[in-house]
């Protein structure tokens, strides 16, 4: 069973960063691409950054140079740095995994931005 934990949100000032680890049970080359997604009450879960198997990474054109997606292959974790954070990018953030096999999501972890 593949496990994803997800830590490093909390409440942090308008202007300020956070940055968010993804820890996985599995090696993370096993996955055919990995991201983070984020979801406010009563909307759809939303792609924030994602990268391919190969490296290729993607971002939501609202968080574009602002959020950074990287890895740590010796540690099988995934990073998300967040700077200059806004209000709007309050929600709670998930970890999710896709590989042959299925698709894998953390629990998520709350950040929220005070203006």
């Known amino acids: 069973q593949v496990q994803l934990v997800e830590s490093g949100g909390g409440l942090v000032q308008a202007g300020g960063s956070l940055r968010l680890s993804c820890a996985v049970s599995?090696?993370?080359?096993?996955?055919?691409?990995m991201g983070w997604y984020r979801q406010v009450p009563g909307k759809a879960r939303d792609l924030v950054a994602l990268f391919t198997k190969n490296g290729v990474t993607d971002y939501a054109v609202s968080v574009k140079g602002r959020f950074t997606i990287s890895r740590d292959t010796a540690k099988n974790t995934v990073y998300l740095q967040m700077n200059n954070l806004s209000p709007e990018d309050t929600a709670v953030y998930y970890c999710?995994?896709?590989?042959?096999?299925?698709?894998?999501w953390g629990q998520g972890t709350q950040v929220t931005v005070s203006s």
């Open positions: 599995r090696n993370i080359f096993s996955f055919n691409y």
């Open positions: 999710k995994a896709q590989a042959v096999q299925g698709i894998y």
